[in-house]
């Protein structure tokens, strides 16, 4: 999958710049941003299985968390993704809290549910990765990135783009001599002494699952 | 990594050499999956024929107990990616999963385990990579 990459909502040289949209509200403040596509293609399925390869993409209604901390209080702000462009790119809105900063600090957590409940950051992979059900879906790309909210002329910096979080696995189960497929109605996958059970909602041989990335052992 | 499965009857167990995987990037990957324990019904004369010709003691288990027994090897193995796999009782080969994904078929060089419970017992291989 390719790194998530926020650019500038308008022409300019700096990819890392997103200009102004909407002025300062007295209820908070609005912005407007893009986000350069995942990879390319149709925007009606957030990630889909290509041939040995997966397609991420932008879909329009997704949400993704805009965490950052205003006055010692951790917010939440819903970024929604109200299109997707020919070529994937998003455009998505946002309000922070009026009164908010410049320069404030942010991390972006995508999708929006894969941020803690208290807004401090993403949740932690076991939770997330707690209740796979074998299929693909945007719930196995969880990804979080870092930038900075300015509000005097109302945008987002990026200083670290969203990265993927996951790895993404297709499993299809077989018999031991691999002639025949198996179709199971529960899979535990364990690795770094942790297990996640994929729980299928009909017995199947092919699952997709997603992984905290692996260390190669030294 | 290693895996359980089951299919509502059975529990199948494999194991992959330790493995490295990066975060956003996409695998796929056939899990050749070895039976841990095939449920028999009580009173399988065939089950006794085999089990009595290695001169096996054994006692039936369910599958929650299987899979806990599996856990149980794994731990043994210090956390490292463990095959427990249990063939049928009709070909007496004992099957192992190598790290390459393809199938082994040993009846030595591995290090036999024999569960005991209080309903039925299996024979499982520890397999270490």
Known sequence: ??????????????????????????????????????????????????????VAEWAVNEHIAILYTKDATQYAADATITDVDGSGAATITFTVEAGTPDDTPCTLVYPYDAAKDDHTGVKDAATLLAAQDGTLSANLDVRVGAGTIWTSTPGLTVSTQPQAQFAIFKFTTKTSDGGATIDVTSLTVTTGGQDYVITPASATSELFVALPPSPARP | MSFTATDGNNLYAASKASVS?????????????????????????????????????????????????????????????????????????????????????????????????????????????
């Not at chain 2, 009173?43 to 856990?71: F, R």
């Not at chain 2, 199938?103 to 397999?127: C, G, I, M, P, S």
Request: charged share 20%; aromatic share 12%.
């Open chain 1, 1 to 54: 999958m390719a790194a998530l990459a926020l650019m500038t909502a308008a022409c300019s040289n700096d990819d890392n710049d997103l200009t102004t949209q909407q002025p300062q509200k007295a209820e908070g403040i609005t912005i407007t941003a893009q986000l350069a596509p995942k990879t390319n293609g149709a925007t009606t399925r957030a990630v889909s299985d290509g041939t040995n390869k997966i």
């Open chain 2, 21 to 129: 995987f990066d975060a956003a990037k996409y695998y796929q990957s056939t899990v050749k999956m070895g039976k841990v324990v095939q449920v028999f019904n009580s009173g399988d004369p065939d089950i006794d024929d085999y089990l009595y010709s290695y001169s096996y003691k054994y006692v039936h288990i369910g599958l929650d107990q299987a899979y806990a027994i599996a856990k149980q090897l794994s731990t043994l193995n210090g956390g490292a990616p463990v095959a427990v796999v249990y063939d049928n009782v009709d070909s007496d080969v004992i099957y192992a999963l190598s790290s390459d994904d393809s199938a082994t078929k040993h009846q030595e060089d591995y290090d036999y385990l024999y569960a005991y419970t209080t309903n039925r017992v299996f024979l499982a291989t520890l397999w270490e990579h």
